[in-house]
């Protein structure tokens, strides 16, 4: 788990800053936004684990199963990656400048972010798992088109292509690549996981199980509303460089992230073996030499 994710942050705090410097920009500080900050997103958070504590009591009076109470080291450590995944968005974002806050410094608003993760990650998962007891949903994502299975090894090459691509990109031209910049931490992630022959929330698609896409998106959408919404109403100041759909769909992604990494944080908790990086495969004909007498 561990090496991941180290691999992980180390791409996505040096690419953005080696992307200006090839191209011979410098990096401007945000703009000074007025406003309250700290109070909403402390009043936004409450509402998220208000919210995770009420869809947990549903999944546990349906199914006898609580994450709350028979997983909460998971949820732990689940809150603590949240927390990194925050901060290393709201570094992001000093690139790309899709929101600005009241934030009165670079460092400020990193720790705001990694706030506002310590229980967006962990709601999503709960959320999640709600979502699937929803039968509808279910049968929706189940047995869809599925789309044509690639080997590893050049499937990883191909997403570390792109997420590599929108990171440089969007921070060069973030204008033009915002589109793509934001789902090249998710790519990044899927591409480590082939690396480690570990499973991606993509995964399911060759199958034509997409459960864990919509459900993973439709978490992500719901747990962001409410925070959004929540930190608006208690006054909170946010100025967003998206239109509406542009949101969901950022919200989607967002979904979609906290969930494979709420997978890695399981993988190591579930005390499993993990595999090294995908090793050249041997010459498949044995060669049989035979010694002169």
Partial sequence: MLSRLIAFTAVLLLIPPSALTIA?????????????????????MLAV????????????HRTNHSLLRSQPGYLLWSSLAGALTGALSAYLNLFAGSWFTP???????LLLAALC??????????????LAGLPGLVRMSARRFAFPALPSEPAAKLLLLAALTGLIGGTVWPGHLAWLFWPSPLLLLAALQLLWHESTVFSGLV???????????????????IALATYR??????????NTWQLIAGMAVSGLLCLQI??????HWRGRKRAGLLRKKPFPVPIVTKKEP
Avoid: N
């Fill in 207 to 225: 199958r034509g199980d997409w459960s864990r896409v919509l459900l993973g998106s439709l978490a992500g959408i719901l747990v962001g509303g």
């Fill in 262 to 267: 709420g997978d890695i944080v399981a993988e």
């Fill in 24 to 44: 011979g920009m410098e990096w401007e500080a945000p703009a000074p936004v007025a406003g309250a900050a700290w109070l909403p997103a402390l009043l936004s």
């Fill in 233 to 242: 109403l208690s006054g909170g100041v946010i100025y967003l460089g998206a």
């Fill in 49 to 60: 684990i208000v919210f995770c504590i009420l869809l947990d009591t549903l999944i546990y």
């Fill in 117 to 130: 993760g310590l229980a967006l990650l962990p709601a999503v998962s709960i959320a999640r798992l709600w």
């Fill in 103 to 109: 934030a009165s410094s670079p460092t400020q608003a």
